[in-house]
């Protein structure tokens, strides 16, 4: 049995036995039957578009266990089968797993698992494309905890701490030339306090993260120090602020370059619902993150996001989104000394119908747009598609 076999029945396991265990459990059951073509299958400059066929379960489960303690199981298999693509099927998972626990009426405690089986997508691939960067699939873990400690009427404190590992199906590209497998320890702390009764809350900050690639390729250090502010504007409006620096440590691995760096931290978003059938969204951010290529072990990441939906009538709802996203890989941040500065523009634009036709069926039809944009090559895609989804 794989290692990606394992982690599925593992989680499955769990969630057998906690509800179980559970006093009292409410199930949601989705099932949605996606028929479509994609113009550009594996996001090459050299478009090959493949009609699909895809379903995608949804089964979440909320279970009380007591007064103090409460579980959400999540978990979602697809599989996605493609007329002029190599492999033509594919099974595709995404398990999630949350407990809450009151530890006393100051402190609470929330432990959570992710696990996923995922076809990479989008801007992720060595800088210029190839054979080699196209339909590459991955396991990804991320074990997250968290802590919230009342210290009073108007002041609390957030500590977590965090484990995620990502292993690539293809030995090759995860561990051989490319080690893109990597290891990635997170710890965070901040500090709250109620500045306005239900208006205004001021914030102190302090984010670490450790990041190891497979292999002698490297990774980082780095620590965001901030501050912020969460406003609700009014009962339509509500927004958040956080502003700081990031101090990092770049190891280039065995052949190349390590490198202290200091960047902004920035991370802002605005909720706008003006009526019960209309809302806006949007985020913002800057920070050093992880690179989405095999040639650099960091990036300079800017992203913007937007969003509307809207409810036409009773049955009829359209939803749309806009992501931006800019990566500077600067040449210091290089597995190998002597590469060049690179930059990165990736851009999605997607569109979403949704018809009620009775209390569980509906009938969707979707499109996505994205454009990858980079100093050594260039794609774009289209991807539409209608659905059928069953609620239970």
Partial sequence: MNKKSCFVLMALAFACASSFAAKERVVRFENQVRLGYDDNIYQQPDKQGSGFITDIINLSTKLNFSSRTDALLYWQPEFRYRFDAEPKFATYQDFYARLNHALSQRAFLTLSDRFRYQLKEGQTGIPGGGTADT???????????????????????????????????????????????????????????????????????????????????????????????????????????????????????????????????????????????????????????????????????????????????????????????????DGTYARVAGEPDFK?????????????????????????????STDSSDWDRNRVDVAWRLNL
């Fill in 135 to 329: 339909n590459q699939n991955y396991i990804e873990n991320d074990l997250l905890g968290a802590l919230d400690y009342t210290l009073n009427t108007v002041s609390y404190l957030k500590v977590g701490a965090g484990y995620e590992f990502r292993i690539w199906d293809d030995d090759a590209y995860g561990e051989g030339d490319r080690n893109n497998n990597y290891d990635q320890i997170t710890a965070n702390g901040s500090y709250i306090r109620q500045l306005k009764p239900n208006k205004t809350e001021g914030m102190l900050g302090a984010n670490y993260n450790n990041l190891e690639y497979a292999g002698n390729r490297g990774g980082y250090d780095a620590i965001a120090v901030f501050g912020g502010v969460d406003q609700n504007f009014n009962p339509h409006v509500t927004g958040y602020g956080r502003l700081g620096a990031s101090f990092s440590s770049i190891d280039g691995g065995s052949g190349g370059n390590d490198t202290d760096n200091t960047s902004p931290y920035v991370q802002a978003g605005l909720e706008v619902n003006p009526t019960a059938r209309t809302s806006f969204n949007g985020s913002l951010g800057y920070s050093l993150s992880r690179a989405d290529n095999s040639v650099y072990n960091a990036q300079d990441r800017f992203n913007l996001g937007l969003g509307v939906r809207h409810d036409l009538t009773a049955k009829v709802s359209l939803a749309s989104a806009l992501g931006y996203t800019y990566s500077y890989y």
């Fill in 344 to 372: 990165d523009h990736y851009l999605t634009f997607t569109l979403r119908a949704s018809y009620q036709i009775n209390r569980n069926n509906f009938v969707d039809a979707g499109y996505l747009f994205a454009d990858r």
